[in-house]
């Protein structure tokens, strides 16, 4: 074999390796970051924007319930009475203790810093379980978290009302509501 082919062979080898590589990076890159979303500009903008505006957001399949609470997320809460809780207080886990005023907006919770009650374990989903006051009582609702939500023991699968002192479990922590 000549030395021009044997050189030619090795280039080829060569790129071909380094083809491999960054193919193998970028495989990694979309896994951890996921695809480049592009924006969409003013001309790929449809043709009637109220239409758009209009129309209800889009809502996953898996976080279709059809409950009083999810029917009409617009509409604001009354404000608590005296015979709904007042306050959340963490019964165990990391931020065991701490004591959270009730309004009557609805709180989130999660590991997200944009949630309303913050809970930093591994056990617990980005965006784990929404409380929120329905007809002057509290109901904890699980969105879609990888670890469920309980109730007294017994998994949240459905927006579920929370009675006074009753034990609820996301991840490591527990909490009750109390007046």
């Known amino acids: 074999m000549s030395e021009l082919t044997l050189l ?36 790929d903008a449809p043709a009637a924007p109220f239409a758009a ?21 617009h509409i604001t809460a009354p404000a608590a009475t005296a015979t709904s809780a007042s306050r959340l207080v963490i019964t165990s886990g990391a931020r065991e203790g ?34 929120m006051l329905l007809n002057d009582s509290w109901v904890i609702q699980d969105l879609d978290s990888t670890n469920g939500t309980f109730l007294a023991g017994g998994r949240v699968v459905v927006p579920t009302q ?4 009753t034990p609820v479990k996301i991840g490591t922590t527990s909490f009750e509501l109390r007046r």
Do not use: K, M
Not at 21 to 42: C, P
Not at 101 to 117: A, C, D, F, V
Not at 162 to 165: A, C, G, K
């Open 53 to 73: 505006a209009s129309a209800p957001p889009a809502v996953a399949p898996s976080q279709r319930v059809q409950t009083p609470a999810n029917a009409l997320p």
């Open 98 to 131: 701490l004591e959270l005023p009730l309004g009557n907006q609805p709180l989130t919770i999660g590991r997200s810093s944009e949630s309303g009650l913050v809970i930093r374990d591994d056990y617990t989903s980005t965006h784990h379980a929404r409380l």
């Open 162 to 165: 929370v009675p006074l002192n």
């Open 8 to 43: 030619i062979l090795r280039l080829a080898f060569l790129v071909a390796l380094w083809g491999f590589v960054f193919a193998v990076v970028y495989a990694l890159r979309t896994d951890l970051f996921g695809q480049r979303v592009r924006r969409q500009q003013a001309q």
